[in-house]
C-alpha cells in the first residue's frame, strides 16, 4: 500500500502542503481544497500551476475529493432538481481535473443521512424513513453513467453525516447498482461513530462480487460518545480506533491492498494548528502504513 495524507489537513496553501509532504517523503496527495478554492472550481491557469507544483514536489494525486451531494436532503430531491443538477455538473468537473492531473479517483458522498433505513414488524410502518434507500439508488444512478461515459473511477466515502455511513452500506450500494465504476473509500473512524467496529466487522464487509470494493482508505484517530453527539480527534494511535489500526494495516498487507492510505490530518493540538496536528501524528502512520 501507499501512505499518503489529505492536503489541506497540512494546509491549504498547496506549496507548504507539499513541502511538508517532501520532509516525510510522502508521495501521494488527496487533494479537497487548494489555496480558497474547492477542487473543481479551479479555472485552467489555476490547474496548470498546480499541476507544476506537483511536478516540482514529485508528487502524484491520489482521489479528488470533493463533497458532491454532501448534506443534500434525498426527499427535496429528484433527478431534475436544479440543485441535484448542479451537483452532477460539479462532478464532471471533478472528473476533468482528475484527469488533467493524472488522477484515478474522485469522490462523491452520498447526501444526508436518514437515520434507520431498513426494519420490519412494525418498524418499517413507526421509525424507518420509506422509500430512502431506494432514492438513494436512484440518485447516485446518473453519477456512475457519468462516470461510465467519462471512463472514471469514482469512490463513495463512508460519512458521519450521510446515507452510507458505513462499509456495510457502502457495499449494498455498489452492489445494488450492479457496477465497477464505484468502489469504496473506506473511513474506519467515521464508521464508529453508526458503531461499526472497523475490526474484523467493517474489513469483512469489503469483500464484494468479484474481491474487494476497497479503492481507496481515510486514517485518523478519533475519540466518540454517541449519547453524547460528541467526536474529538486525537494523535494518531491515542483514540478509540487505535487499537485496531496496526491490525488493519496488517490484513491489507496481507490482501494485497495496492491502493493509496490517506492520513486524514484533523486533529489540532489545543493552542496549535493543523500542521501541528499532522506532525504529532505523522510517525506513526508511517510506521504503520508506510
Given at each position: 500500500m501507499k501512505p499518503g495524507v489529505i492536503t489541506d489537513g497540512?494546509?491549504?496553501?498547496?506549496?507548504?502542503?507539499?513541502a511538508v509532504m517532501n520532509e516525510f517523503g510522502l508521495e501521494?496527495?488527496?487533494?479537497?481544497?487548494?489555496?480558497?478554492?474547492?477542487?473543481?472550481?479551479?479555472?485552467?491557469?489555476?490547474?496548470?500551476?498546480?499541476?507544476?507544483?506537483?511536478?516540482a514536489h514529485g508528487l502524484k494525486v491520489s482521489c479528488i475529493s470533493r463533497h458532491v451531494f454532501a448534506g443534500l436532503a434525498l426527499g427535496e430531491l429528484e433527478r431534475d432538481s436544479a440543485v441535484y443538477r448542479r451537483q452532477l455538473e460539479c462532478l464532471r468537473r471533478c472528473i476533468e481535473f482528475a484527469q488533467a492531473l493524472d488522477c484515478p479517483l474522485v469522490r462523491v458522498m452520498s447526501f444526508r443521512k436518514?437515520?434507520?433505513?431498513?426494519?420490519?414488524?412494525?418498524?418499517?410502518?413507526w421509525i424507518v424513513t420509506s422509500g430512502a434507500w431506494d432514492k438513494l439508488v436512484h440518485l447516485m444512478a446518473p453519477a456512475v453513467e457519468i462516470a461510465e461515459e467519462l471512463d472514471a473511477q469514482l469512490v463513495v466515502e463512508n460519512g458521519n453525516n450521510a446515507m452510507i455511513t458505513s462499509?456495510?452500506?457502502?457495499?449494498?450500494?455498489?452492489?445494488e447498482l450492479d457496477t465497477t465504476r464505484l468502489k469504496l473509500l473506506w473511513d474506519p473512524g467515521n464508521g464508529l461513530y453508526c458503531n461499526e467496529p472497523a475490526w474484523p466487522d467493517a474489513y469483512q464487509a469489503l469483500a464484494g462480487r468479484g474481491g474487494s470494493l476497497l479503492a481507496h482508505l481515510h486514517i485518523k484517530d478519533v475519540v466518540v460518545n454517541i449519547p453524547q453527539a460528541r467526536s474529538d480527534f486525537v494523535p494518531f494511535g491515542h483514540g478509540d480506533i487505535g487499537p485496531r489500526l496496526p491490525t488493519i494495516a496488517a490484513a491489507l498487507r496481507r490482501d494485497g491492498y495496492e491502493g493509496v492510505v490517506s492520513l486524514e490530518s484533523v486533529y489540532r493540538p489545543p493552542g496549535g494548528t493543523f500542521e501541528d496536528g499532522f506532525r504529532a501524528s505523522v510517525g506513526r502512520f508511517l510506521e504503520w502504513y508506510g
Open positions: 497540512i494546509s491549504r496553501n498547496p506549496e507548504r502542503a507539499f501521494y496527495a488527496e487533494l479537497q481544497y487548494i489555496n480558497d478554492l474547492e477542487v473543481g472550481d479551479l479555472n485552467d491557469a489555476q490547474t496548470a500551476r498546480l499541476k507544476d507544483l506537483l511536478q436518514e437515520m434507520i433505513l431498513f426494519g420490519a414488524n412494525g418498524a418499517d410502518e462499509a456495510w452500506l457502502g457495499r449494498k450500494l455498489i452492489e
